[in-house]
């Protein structure tokens, strides 16, 4: 393994101390010129201090890398954004990968992935579609297909129903309690599987020594048991369900949570999902974001979103 090689597989944070490291004798190498000693003095003493500076400064650069680079450049982007009270814009293109491993820069520096749930670890679409189906039917509502109730998969169970169908919060209370009770009938074991590939996925990542966890709008309760059922809790150690936030996806609070949990920073984080809801939530929480086009959302909403990586 090369010199660069080997600093690129420091932390992203190591990168931005060694490169701040520059300042200080780049002051130096300037400062020295106002003491009273020689000129002989002068010219070593500038030799050493800018010769530092210029070692901190390639040393942070050759750490970040050009992935370090557009980190360092989105992070003033937010801040910016955040001080003018404007939304963050997402202007760099867009990456496809057929996985999280195919491309060494997507898991570059990354310590934690949170992983949406429904569309993205497991297959429930069948079961969602037809429980929110029941629901509505059972309740006389307005008829709906089942394309229009899965694009809600992702938001909260009562925005789920309010977004496709007008109704004041006490019947979109009544449609998540009236849903909840068809979903427990329903949910039988086999009602939802992982996708292909997943295990195989959350294995490597074990391998790699990467802390996994699940941020899902589903309750802590519900996806407790799916986990469990899919056999993933040896991988997943950490679960946030929408009982366990005040705001909900897209908003950060889940991903913010997760992070002081592992005490890990949101630079070193990966959300996955498959809805431009994980995505937003990602990127609110200024974490990176890798779209899925296997479940509920589309590549064009995952785009829309923002998401830097999408396995397509």
């Not at 780049?26 to 003491?35: E, G, I």
């Not at 898991?107 to 993205?120: C, E, H, S």
């Not at 929408?242 to 949990?261: F, I, M, S, W, Y």
């Amino acid at each position: 393994m090369s010199i660069k090689n080997k600093l690129q597989t420091l932390s992203f944070r190591t990168g931005v101390i060694v490169l701040l490291m520059c300042v200080p004798f780049y002051v130096l190498s300037f400062a020295q010129m106002f003491l009273p000693v020689s000129t002989a003095t002068k010219g070593i003493l500038l030799t050493v201090f800018f010769g530092l500076a210029k070692s901190f400064q390639y040393g942070g650069i050759a750490i970040l890398g050009k992935e370090g680079y557009k980190r360092v450049k989105g992070y003033f982007r937010r801040k910016k954004a955040q001080e003018n009270n404007e939304a963050p814009t997402y202007s760099e293109p867009v990456r496809c990968c057929p996985d999280l491993f195919s491309n060494p820069d997507i898991l570059a520096g990354i310590r934690l992935v949170i992983f949406d749930f429904d569309g993205t670890l497991g297959d429930s679409q069948q079961l969602i579609t037809d429980t929110m189906l029941a629901t509505i039917e059972k309740l006389n509502l307005p008829e709906r297909t089942r394309e229009e109730c899965a694009r809600t998969i992702g938001l909260p169970l009562k925005e789920c129903f309010s977004s496709i169908i007008p109704m004041t919060d006490e019947q979109a209370e009544q449609c998540a309690e009236t849903y909840r009770e068809i979903f427990n009938v329903k949910n039988v074991p086999g009602a939802v599987t992982a996708f292909p590939g997943v295990k195989e996925t959350l294995e490597r990542l074990s391998e790699r020594g990467i802390k996994m966890s699940i941020a899902s709008s589903r309750s802590h309760h519900s996806l407790a048991s799916l986990v469990q059922d899919l056999k993933l809790s040896s991988y997943i150690t950490y679960l946030i369900g929408a009982d366990n936030v005040t705001n909900q996806k897209p908003a950060a609070e889940p991903v913010t949570r997760t992070l002081h949990h592992f005490n890990v920073e949101a630079h070193e984080t990966l959300v996955v999902g498959d809805t431009e809801f994980d995505i937003l939530m990602g990127r609110n929480a200024g974490t990176h974001t890798c779209g899925v086009t296997y479940g509920n959302g589309s590549r064009e909403s995952l785009e829309e979103a923002g998401a830097e990586w999408i396995m397509c």
